[in-house]
């Protein structure tokens, strides 16, 4: 009795998501890419510090995915991310900063990235952006995900407008108080004008700065009176 070899079943491999990082800290580029090495779906296939022909690997590895410093000591981060768009618009490009303010990011995102991740955030964070960003979506810290992904990425990225400062929508309480500062009104008299508690005043002044990334009155009149 001739006993039949049962046919080989193949095994399927799921292709690995290749990340080039570009990182000038040589211990953070190293748990980085341990960090990253230690999961069966994603392999940094390159690091650069920065300097060492950051283009030419982008060329040679053909990575998914670009996972950067935001704070690049040796050259221009923003630039660094604009180039490689526009040299390989297919890669994805993922931030990393340990305390940026929300005009950072903004010009981040519309330098071309598709997220960014804040340095202290949890390992499991950072895999889980990296898998999202890839699949196609854009992830932002969660802090600023309402102020930032609703109110910016989506109007510069998806309209492509130019103009981030258009993309932030102002309650018409907000308006009336931006109105009102342009006229060089302080908060008590706002807050008469308004007939509402200077407290509240105080309050609204402050989610119109974190809005637009100022950081005084005088900014808030000068931003009011360039949109105009």
Not at 161 to 175: D, F, G, Q, V, W
């Amino acid at each position: 009795m001739m006993l039949r070899n049962k046919p080989r079943q193949n095994k399927i491999t799921v292709p690995k998501i290749r990340i080039l990082l570009i990182e000038d800290n040589r211990i953070l580029r190293d748990g980085i890419t341990a960090m990253i090495n230690g999961h069966s779906d994603i392999i940094v296939v390159a690091v650069s510090n920065g300097r060492d022909h950051t283009l030419l690997k982008a060329r040679t590895v053909k990575p998914d995915l670009v996972l950067m410093d935001f704070g690049l000591a040796s050259q221009n981060s923003l630039s660094v991310v604009q180039t490689l768009k526009n040299d390989f618009p297919a890669i994805k490009i993922i931030g990393m900063g340990l305390v940026p303010t929300q005009m950072d990011i903004m010009e981040f995102v519309q330098a071309g990235a598709d997220g960014f991740i804040l340095k202290n955030v949890a390992v499991g964070e950072v895999i889980k952006t990296i898998r999202a960003v890839v699949a196609g979506e854009k992830s932002l810290p969660p802090p600023m995900t309402e102020s930032l992904f609703s109110q910016v990425v989506e109007h510069a990225l998806l309209k492509g407008k130019r103009n981030i400062s258009s993309a932030i929508r102002m309650t018409l309480r907000e308006k009336e108080i931006i109105a009102l500062i342009v006229e060089g009104m302080s908060n008590k008299h706002i807050a008469e004008t308004l007939h509402i508690a200077t407290f509240t005043v105080k309050s609204h002044v402050h989610n119109i700065l974190e809005k637009l990334a100022l950081h005084s009155r005088l900014q808030i009149a000068m931003h009011a009176r360039d949109e105009k």
